[in-house]
């Protein structure tokens, strides 16, 4: 799977296993005890691929990388799943203040200065009525 050889996961994890596939797709394979999965559905390709990562997944994939001597963020992830012309049909961020690099003020302040910005499926922008912020 390209996407999980771009992202290095069996350099870093070794190989994969077998998962429960969920969401009605038929397919799953994971990494990193479960933190880390890829589900697909053979017959319903047009469903496309699903990408999850648990705190802790993310967590030991970003270190790992770092240990490794390459750089790997969330915008960094973010920007290599738009370069593969991923469809975004929810994106659940949550972040530990405590041991993240990310805090939701840093992430408002680059939404409030156009640094990111969050778009629909035509690429118009969200309004900021649409984001919530707590």
Known sequence: MQ???DLRLSKIFGGSNKARALNFYSEA???YNGQIKFMWNEKKKSQG???YFSATGFKAWQNLEKLRGYKSTFN???KYMVQKQARFTRLDVA???IDGN???DQLHSQLQ??????????????????QKFS
Do not use: G, H, N
Not at 113 to 130: H, N
């Open 29 to 31: 394979v994971s990494y």
């Open 76 to 78: 960094s992830l973010v």
């Open 113 to 130: 200065q156009k640094e990111i910005m969050v778009l629909d499926s035509l690429k118009r922008e969200k309004s900021e009525k649409t």
């Open 49 to 51: 691929l699903l990408l």
């Open 3 to 5: 996407v999980a050889k």
């Open 95 to 97: 972040i530990d203040v």
């Open 102 to 104: 990310l805090s939701v």
